[in-house]
């Protein structure tokens, strides 16, 4: 399972217009997969769009509803696209298809 974490929320202190304080306008996530001793992990910034009428205060907003917004503003092809590309190398480094060294040293191959 891909595990989805939010590192940090950028906010707009104060919107004169709307009359809203600490208004959420970017994401930056993280996402990461483990199989034993191997882990990967992408990192991003999404920005969020116009809240419209619906508005959470930031003392509201959850981790959960924070990795939805992630999500949904990535969009739901990108978002498969990048836990596919953890699949693929995390599958690479369980089951290398290439390898390196010299065979003439010690510690070659």
Request: glycine fraction near 8%; charged fraction near 20%.
């Amino acid at each position: 399972m891909h595990d989805w974490k939010i590192i940090n929320l950028n906010y707009l202190l104060h919107d004169q217009e709307l009359l809203k304080y600490n208004i959420v306008q970017s994401i930056e996530w993280s996402v990461s997969k483990k199989d034993g001793a191997f882990t990967v992990e992408r990192n991003g910034t999404v920005d969020l769009a116009s809240a419209g009428d619906v508005f959470v205060p930031l003392e509201s907003i959850t981790e959960v509803t924070a990795v939805n917004w992630a999500k949904n503003a990535l969009g739901v092809d990108e978002a498969a696209k990048i836990e596919a590309e953890i699949d693929a190398e995390l599958a690479l480094l369980i089951t290398p298809t290439h390898g390196s060294g010299i065979p003439w040293t010690e510690g070659g191959i």
